[in-house]
C-alpha cells in the first residue's frame, strides 16, 4: 500500500518589527525686543514607540557678529532639576560651544528612566523646551539662524535608536534698539502725559505710534494722531517724545507701536503712570545709587533704576562678560 504524505512547511519570522521613535523639533516665535533677540525651542514625540528623554544636546548657528550671550527662560520642569540624590535632571544649561549655541538637558536617572517627550502637545509645535534670549550687538546685523543638525538630538534615556527631524530658521535684521521708555505728568497735570523714549540704533525705521489702556495685558487703543517718524537707518541714539493731552484720571499703561518700512510692528511692554490717592510721595535721594536690575535673570526686558541727589551728568553703560560695551543706556543731563 502506497502511502502519500502532505507536508506542510510553516515559516514563521522571529524578528519583531521594532515601531521607530521619532522626535521632531522646532524653533519658534523670533522676537526682538529692547535689544534682545529670543526664540522658543519646541520638542514632541512624533513615532510610535515613546520616548523617555535622556541627555540631549540642541544646538544652533547664529550670526555672532550681531548677537552673544545667550540665556535660559520659561525653562521646561519636566526636564530640569537641581542634580540633587533624587532628581532625574541637573540644570538644563546653555552656552556657546564651537562657535555655535549649544543647549544640554543633562538627565541623571536617579529616580526613573525619564519624563516622557509629549507626542500630542497643546501646541502643535510640541512642548516648549525652553526660551533662549540673546542681547543684540550690532543692530545693523541679521540673525542667521539655524538647526545645527549634526549637533543636535532628543536622546532616549536608554540606548535605542531615535530618529531626529528639525523645523525652523531665522535671518531677520535685528532692528530698533529700545534704550529707555518713560512716562510722567506734565508739572503734576493728570491730564496730561509726557512720553519719552530713546534708541539706540535703527533699521529700517518708518515711526512710532503710541498705544494705552487700562489693562496693563489687552485693550490698547491707538492715540489718534499720535504717529513719530522714525530715522530710517542709524547707529546714533535718538531721542523722542509726546505729550498725551487727552489723558484722564486713574492708572494708564502706555507702550510703542513701533513700525519697519516695510509694515512690520514690534511692541514695547508696557508703562504705567497714575495718579493714586493716600499714597506717600517718594522722598528724594540723598545719595547717589545704582539698583541692582530687576527682575535677574530676565526676558525680553529689566528695569535698572538709579537716583542722583542733585541734577547730574549721567552716563549708564551696559557691558557683557568680555568685557565689551554694547549699550548706552543714559547719557545725558538728569534732575
Not at 145 to 161: D, K, M, Y
Not at 173 to 193: D, E, K, M, R, W
Amino acid at each position: 500500500m502506497r502511502t502519500s504524505f502532505v507536508v506542510v512547511l510553516i515559516l514563521l519570522s522571529s524578528a519583531a518589527a521594532h515601531a521607530q521613535r521619532a522626535a521632531t523639533s522646532t524653533i519658534k516665535n523670533f522676537s526682538v525686543n529692547s535689544g534682545n533677540y529670543s526664540f522658543d525651542v519646541h520638542s514632541k514625540s512624533t513615532g510610535a514607540q515613546t520616548i523617555s528623554v535622556g541627555t540631549s544636546s540642541l544646538y544652533f548657528t547664529y550670526n555672532s557678529a550681531g548677537i552673544t550671550n545667550p540665556v535660559l527662560s520659561n525653562i521646561n520642569p519636566r526636564f530640569n532639576g537641581l542634580g540633587g540624590p533624587t532628581d532625574d535632571y541637573g540644570p538644563m544649561t546653555v552656552g556657546i560651544y564651537g562657535g555655535q549655541i549649544g543647549v544640554t538637558i543633562q538627565y541623571l536617572g536617579n529616580m526613573t528612566t525619564g519624563a516622557q517627550l509629549f507626542s500630542a502637545p497643546s501646541d502643535s509645535a510640541g512642548e516648549r523646551i525652553c526660551t533662549v534670549s540673546l542681547t543684540i550687538t550690532n543692530p545693523q546685523a541679521s540673525s542667521q539662524l539655524a538647526w545645527s543638525e549634526t549637533n543636535s538630538a532628543i536622546l532616549h534615556s536608554a540606548t535605542v535608536p531615535v530618529s531626529q527631524t528639525f523645523v525652523g530658521s531665522d535671518n531677520r535684521i535685528l532692528p530698533v534698539q529700545l534704550a529707555h521708555f518713560t512716562a510722567q505728568y506734565a508739572n503734576g497735570n493728570p491730564s496730561s502725559v509726557i512720553l519719552s523714549w530713546k534708541t539706540i540704533s535703527e533699521i529700517n525705521n518708518y515711526g512710532f505710534e503710541i498705544q494705552k489702556s487700562q489693562d496693563a495685558a489687552t485693550n490698547f487703543q491707538t492715540i489718534q494722531n499720535s504717529f513719530t517718524p522714525g530715522h530710517g537707518t542709524t547707529n546714533q541714539p535718538q531721542h523722542y517724545s509726546y505729550t498725551d493731552q487727552a489723558a484722564t484720571s486713574g492708572v494708564w499703561y502706555y507702550r510703542l507701536k513701533q513700525i519697519d518700512l516695510d509694515g512690520t510692528v514690534h511692541f514695547t511692554e508696557p508703562i504705567v503712570v497714575g495718579s493714586p490717592t493716600s499714597v506717600k510721595e517718594r522722598e528724594m535721594p540723598t545719595t547717589y545709587a545704582l539698583d541692582q536690575n530687576y527682575p535677574n535673570p530676565f526676558n525680553p526686558t529689566t528695569t535698572v533704576e538709579f537716583a542722583v541727589p542733585k541734577e547730574s551728568n549721567v552716563r549708564l553703560e551696559v557691558y557683557n562678560i568680555l568685557g565689551e560695551r554694547v549699550a548706552t543706556l543714559v547719557d545725558e543731563n538728569v534732575r
